[in-house]
């Protein structure tokens, strides 16, 4: 069976960061995957201690909610990551999971396990879709190093707006993405 993880790095449960997530992994349980979501805002989440045991091992030396997430990702096919962005930036919460992630690079930062499919989801109140682009294009760029196949890159924006939906065609983009990260 497929599998494909999901993490979530918005402090908002039910936001657009986490209904967007949900559809991409609604499109993917269609495909017939099994989905597993990381919260990164829970309590006993770890950001990276800078120990470097991951240049010389698999994974990460970290014993935390997060630990099991990288046999999760290597089991995976695809893998689906979420973020608001706070002042010109990905959450708090999704830079603590960029940080972990460092054991996907190996010996002269060598993708370790290339070849995921992945999909991004941002979500930002400011009307104009290109004032953040630069956040976007940063995280983006950094899972395409370790070597992903990023699917679709998703932008819910002007939230803010009194009884703001996200728009069907967004939903179901995202649906659509999800189907694509299961092969």
Partial sequence: ????????????RGGFTAQLIEQVLQGARSAGAETIV???????VKGCQGCFYCRTHEGCQTRDKLAPMYEDIREADGVVAGFPIYFGAISGQGKLWL???????GDGFVPRLPGKRAV???AQANPDDTRFRSAIDSTDGFLRGIGWELVDSLL?????EP???IPKEMLERAFEAGKQLVK
């Fill in 120 to 122: 991004t989801v941002y």
């Fill in 156 to 160: 819910v924006y002007g939230d803010v």
């Fill in 38 to 44: 990381y919260d990164l805002n829970e309590e006993g």
């Fill in 163 to 165: 009884g703001y939906t």
């Fill in 99 to 105: 940080d972990r992630m460092y054991p996907m690079y």
């Fill in 1 to 12: 069976m497929s599998k494909v993880i999901a993490f979530l790095g918005s402090p908002r």
